[in-house]
């Protein structure tokens, strides 16, 4: 065997040559050797089996007349091993014999080249079977490096089905135990307020006829102690009453659904406060409201919440306060604008919790839920409310409601 150097070690394709004369193989190496490929020479057939068995080879160079196994023989069996059935081979010969070249491509062979051979034929034939090898090796890599990324990704896309089955039945689960535990914490809430409320008027009825019986029969303290009774059982019997209506929110299906004119419900709340509107000299302007797929109940007790809460936390101004609205895509987004005390950014949020209040309580103060509520109603109509302010220059809440009901 004679080969080349191989300096680079990598990316160099193996060319095997097969003549059973040495000088016939120094010829093949002196023309081949400046494509820069490994080349192996052998001598006989049997010697090239040999090299077969063990190597891969981007083309073979056979002498057609070789004794014991000529070329046709050895081309035989290079076509018969699968490993090698693929090697393009161009036959060497020096004989212009039809029955030669019959044969010859019947086994196989790519191209005859007839003896003498011009070299820069041989070479320019032998790079082209040599690139196509190059060629072929770097799509065989491609396609195994495909085959296993396929391969690790079907094994990854059996783990995430395999998570997603297991992520949708724990979530059908909790969703199934939040389900039964908001329907229990309605409950509860309705019947512990709803209980409550008796108690808490007998306690005021019978510290407002002890106020009546005894009045100016007890010192300054007792009647101070009985006005703190009334008072606080009145404030407990609003707040228990507030915390009923938040647990009926979500009580009201979907049949309390119709179209309603937000217009309507406007003029509904503002005659429902009409006695705090004329106490406070406060001044409603609005434009028009649109029509929406809504709770009218709920929409009225809504708009009812905003006002209130702007009349209540103004400042020494006649409370002024605007109702407007606007399309926005595909919901509508309305707005009610005052010039009250304001909110500081920071409790933006905050003032939407249950028993919010960011005032110190006293006899005017609320019970901290009517925001709470507004939130759970505009939530219930699948709308979003926010609230944009700072300290001493109004507040504007918005919200939400989409177009389809």
């Given at each position: ?11 160099r ?9 040495p ?12 494509l820069g ?7 006989s057939?049997?010697e ?13 160079l056979?002498?057609?007349?070789m004794?014991e ?13 699968p490993?090698?059935?693929q ?19 019947d086994?196989?062979?790519?191209d005859?080249?007839f003896?003498p051979i011009?070299p ?7 790079a082209v ?19 296993k990324?396929?391969e690790e ?8 089905r395999?998570?997603?089955?297991n ?13 039964r ?31 009546k019986?005894?009045?100016?029969r ?7 102690f009985?006005?703190f009774?009334v ?28 179209r309603?004119?937000?217009?309507t419900?406007m ?6 406060i009409?006695p ?24 009225t007790?809504?708009f ?9 936390y103004r ?7 605007h ?25 933006a949020?905050?003032?939407?919790g ?7 309580r ?6 901290g839920?009517?925001l709470?509520?507004?939130?759970k109603?505009?939530?219930?109509h ?21 177009k389809?009901?």
């Amino acid at each position: 065997m004679y080969s080349t150097p191989n300096p680079a070690g990598e990316g160099r394709m193996k060319i095997l040559l097969v003549d059973d004369t040495p000088e016939n193989l120094v010829s093949l190496e002196a023309a081949l050797v400046g494509l820069g490929e490994d080349l192996v020479m052998a001598q006989s057939g049997k010697e090239a089996l040999r090299y077969l068995l063990n190597d891969e080879f981007a083309a073979i160079l056979l002498d057609v007349r070789m004794p014991e196994m000529d070329g046709f023989e050895t081309a035989e069996m290079i076509r018969s091993r699968p490993r090698s059935r693929q090697i393009p081979i161009l036959f060497l010969t020096g004989y212009r014999n039809e029955e030669h070249l019959f044969r010859g491509y019947d086994l196989g062979a790519v191209d005859f080249l007839f003896k003498p051979i011009v070299p820069e034929v041989l070479r320019s034939k032998v790079a082209v079977f040599v690139e196509l090898s190059r060629t072929n090796a770097k799509l065989r890599q491609q396609t195994d490096a495909l085959r296993k990324q396929a391969e690790e990704l079907q094994r990854a896309e059996q783990e995430v089905r395999r998570l997603n089955t297991n992520l949708e039945a724990r979530v059908l689960e909790r969703t199934e135990e939040l389900m039964r535990s908001n329907e229990e914490l309605q409950q509860f809430a309705y019947v512990a307020s709803h209980d409550l409320r008796e108690p808490l008027r007998t306690v005021s009825i019978y510290a407002q006829l002890l106020a009546k019986r005894y009045q100016g029969r007890l010192d300054g303290d007792g009647n101070q102690f009985i006005d703190f009774i009334v008072h606080n059982a009145e404030r407990m019997e609003k707040l228990v009453h507030d915390l009923l209506d938040f647990s009926r929110i979500d009580v009201r299906g979907m049949d309390f659904f119709s179209r309603t004119s937000c217009d309507t419900a406007m003029d509904d709340a503002i005659g429902n406060i009409q006695p705090l509107v004329a106490e406070s000299g406060a001044v409603i302007t609005r434009d028009p409201l649109p029509c929406v797929m809504g709770d009218a109940v709920q929409l009225t007790r809504l708009f009812q919440n905003l006002l209130v809460n702007s009349i209540k936390y103004r400042n020494s101004d006649v409370p002024r306060i605007h109702v407007s609205s606007k399309e926005n895509g595909d919901e509508y987004l309305m707005w009610v604008k005052d010039n009250g005390i304001g909110i500081d950014p920071q409790y933006a949020e905050k003032i939407f919790g249950i028993f919010r209040v960011l005032q110190p309580r006293d006899r005017s103060s609320g019970s901290g839920m009517g925001l709470a509520i507004c939130r759970k109603i505009v939530s219930r109509h699948a709308g979003r409310i926010w609230v944009e302010s700072a300290l001493g220059q109004g507040a504007t809440f918005y919200w939400t409601i989409p177009k389809k009901g």
